[in-house]
């Protein structure tokens, strides 16, 4: 079994019933918005065994590990000379969305070089 300290990914909170429609987000992952379940008898509201969990303080992160992704803080990049000032150690990038083709190309390539973790990227097939 992997630790917590392995698997940085915080849970992934559902409203109710999303599984069964549509316009709450059953196979639409933008409509998934998490709602406080309400109601007498509902028992997601009673945190009752065998139900999907509810937010509450317990699954709040470490002061230590906030707004990071996987451990490196995110740092969002869209010049070369930016680019050249990251620690690879301590921050991994993520690349503007109002770069061109060209240059995208230019800073995935200087950033493979450095061997910086770039995480709006899939890997390039050239």
Do not use: C
């Not at 409509?31 to 109601?39: E, I, S, V």
């Amino acid at each position: 079994m992997l630790s917590k300290e392995v698997i940085n990914m915080p849970k992934k909170f559902l409203r109710r019933d999303t599984g069964r429609y549509s316009k709450l987000g059953k196979n639409r992952k933008k409509l998934q918005r998490w709602k406080k379940p309400t109601g007498r008898d509902n028992k997601m509201r009673e945190k009752r065994h065998g139900y999907p969990a509810v937010v509450s303080v317990g699954y709040k992160r470490a002061r230590s590990e906030v707004g990071k992704i996987n451990g490196l803080v995110p740092t969002v990049i869209s010049t070369l000379k930016a680019l050249q000032a990251i620690d690879a150690k301590t921050q991994s990038v993520i690349l503007s969305a109002r770069l061109g083709a060209k240059k995208k190309l230019e800073l995935m390539k200087a950033a493979k070089e450095k061997k910086l973790t770039m995480l709006n990227v899939r890997e390039a097939k050239k």
